[in-house]
């Protein structure tokens, strides 16, 4: 006798009742279906026994496949084998066992179409009012790249999403759920509503269920893609989860929510926890994804033990800065634009000591994100409501581990814009020195230093640093001349003692020569840009005549 055979001679006078009352259509007046039968079969089975027991409690006859059917006789649960009810047995190693007329007719027939009720019932086919079913874990399997194709294309279900999309399908009269977080639901709502479910519940769980196909069909098309096309694909497919509502957009008449990218190695608030303050809001998260970016840009310069501060302000930095600690490399990032740091988002690559709490004590800022805070700092600044405390343990670590990889996508009408992720990693042995004024050794740090956040300032950007940290910052101008005077005004305004002999960056190439002179009058010393004008040569000319060191980096960081 095999395992699914010894589960129907558990109950044997079942399975004939069932059948019979089966036969009428089971719509009741208020448009829901009696759950008379089930086909479960998972390979999560967390639950499983509970929701099993739940649904035979409501008197539900129960279909099972293989290890499904397994563990629903260990718990001494009876069930019905799918190889004994479609009269076909499981073959090619269980390739084949849920794709069968009895099975899908069950599930897509039309409990109130007479012709589908006269088809079903002519071809022996009986109703299959409830479908529970998760898929092989195909993400789980190819997850860290080291599955081979045999593995990977074994762990792609096949009967699993029929099974599910059928059901959706035809949800005014299936049940089908796909999430052991709904089992106790989906019983409380049948045991309150006499074995039935609203129509309302079935719709939501249909959504669920298209949605859950719809995922395991892209990460495999991914995968495949991965694998087949040098480059962008033809097709590109994501898939986001939700991960919170947020209170409004950028603005309050705006409706917003954070997804997060299924598969994804890592995102935004993976591994992080908000330890004090107010909900996250839209532009909130837009200010800690353009920080977060910044340290990570700034992590490999800082050097051992060093630390990095980033303030950002609507989506641009308004100060960086490297220091012995969290407290020095916080205040010299604040001293590049103090004003502008009223309400910033704070990034940093080390814990929160009590010295920086007390330090931004007499400073507002709406978000604070660290590896750690000490129990000190941490007491001190839940003493001001409304700073949001963010703590991210692994964040570096992983970052270290993996690097920083990954496609950024930027919706637009109708569509959306992907490109792979840029970061200015350029080293200085892949640069060119165009003057023959040689920058001296702290020149270099300085223009490494500037080179790195220019990358994460809107275009045109300037960066002025000193002593690698911010000395201005122009941004997001039209014309790049003006974002070389706002960033020498900036510096004017907040450090103009540090201006003589700072390090000049610029995201792009300079169209003329006026870049360079505005820079020289305000004692610039040393000058990084991608070049690549036609008029290059001019611009190397001026900076020659001004003893201004030049460098080329060959690369362009625009940040629209």
Request: hydrophobic share 40%; with cysteine; proline share 4%.
């Amino acid at each position: 006798m095999t395992p699914e055979t010894e589960l129907q001679a558990q109950d044997p006078s079942e399975s004939g009742a069932l059948s019979e009352s089966a036969d009428s259509s089971g719509l009741s007046e208020t448009g829901g279906v009696r759950v008379r039968r089930a086909l479960i079969s998972v390979h999560d089975k967390s639950s499983l026994i509970e929701l099993a027991r739940g649904l035979r409690e409501l008197g539900v006859e129960i279909l099972s496949t293989g290890g499904t059917a397994r563990a629903l006789q260990e718990a001494a649960v009876p069930a019905r084998s799918v190889s004994d009810y479609t009269g076909f047995p499981e073959i090619m190693g269980g390739r084949v066992k849920t794709l069968h007329p009895r099975i899908l007719g069950g599930l897509l027939e039309r409990r109130d179409n007479e012709a589908d009720r006269a088809e079903a019932k002519s071809e022996g086919i009986e109703p299959i009012d409830l479908l529970c079913v998760n898929l092989y874990p195909f993400e789980a399997t190819v997850a860290g790249g080291r599955a081979t194709m045999a593995e990977a294309i074994e762990n792609i279900d096949i009967g699993g999403p029929t099974m599910i999309r059928a059901a959706a399908k035809n949800h005014r009269d299936v049940v089908v759920i796909v999430d052991p977080a709904d089992y106790q639901e989906v019983l409380e709502e049948l045991r309150y509503c006499g074995g039935r479910l609203p129509e309302a519940t079935r719709l939501r769980l249909a959504a669920r269920a298209f949605a859950y196909t719809a995922r395991y069909d892209a990460a495999i098309y991914r995968w495949f893609a991965s694998r087949t096309y040098e480059g962008f694909p033809p097709r590109w497919a994501s898939f986001y989860e939700k991960v919170q509502d947020l209170r409004y957009g950028e603005n309050p008449h705006q409706q917003a929510a954070y997804f997060a990218e299924v598969g994804a190695e890592r995102h935004l608030l993976g591994g992080v926890k908000q330890l004090h303050g107010k909900e996250l809001s839209y532009n909130n998260l837009l200010d800690v994804d353009a920080a977060r970016a910044l340290i990570e840009e700034l992590e490999g310069i800082a050097g051992a033990g060093g630390a990095s501060a980033a303030i950002v302000k609507h989506n641009n930095p308004c100060g960086c800065a490297l220091g012995a600690d969290a407290r020095e490399a916080y205040e010299r990032a604040l001293a590049c634009d103090p004003q502008s740091a009223f309400g910033g988002i704070l990034a940093l690559n080390v814990a929160v000591d009590p010295s920086l709490a007390r330090a931004l004590q007499g400073h507002f800022v709406e978000v604070i994100l660290a590896p750690d805070f000490e129990q000190e700092a941490l007491a001190l600044l839940r003493e001001r409501k409304n700073v949001r405390l963010l703590v991210a343990p692994e964040w570096l670590a992983q970052l270290r581990d993996r690097g920083t990889v990954g496609v950024v996508e930027h919706s637009v009408l109708g569509g959306i814009l992907a490109q792979t992720r840029d970061s200015a990693q350029e080293g200085r042995e892949s640069m060119r020195v165009a003057t023959s004024i040689e920058p001296d050794q702290a020149q270099w740090a300085d223009l490494l230093f500037a080179w790195r956040i220019c990358a994460h300032v809107r275009s045109n950007a300037i960066v002025l640093a000193r002593r690698e940290a911010t000395v201005g910052i122009g941004a997001g101008q039209m014309s790049r001349v003006d974002s070389v005077r706002i960033a020498v005004e900036k510096a004017r305004s907040a450090q103009p003692e540090l201006l003589e002999g700072c390090a000049m960056a610029s995201d792009a190439f300079f169209p003329f020569a006026d870049n360079v002179e505005v820079a020289a009058q305000a004692g610039v010393k040393a000058i990084i840009q991608p070049g690549g004008s036609v008029r290059d040569e001019e611009v190397i000319a001026a900076a020659e005549q001004a003893g201004i060191a030049m460098v080329l980096t060959g690369t362009r960081h625009f940040r629209h």
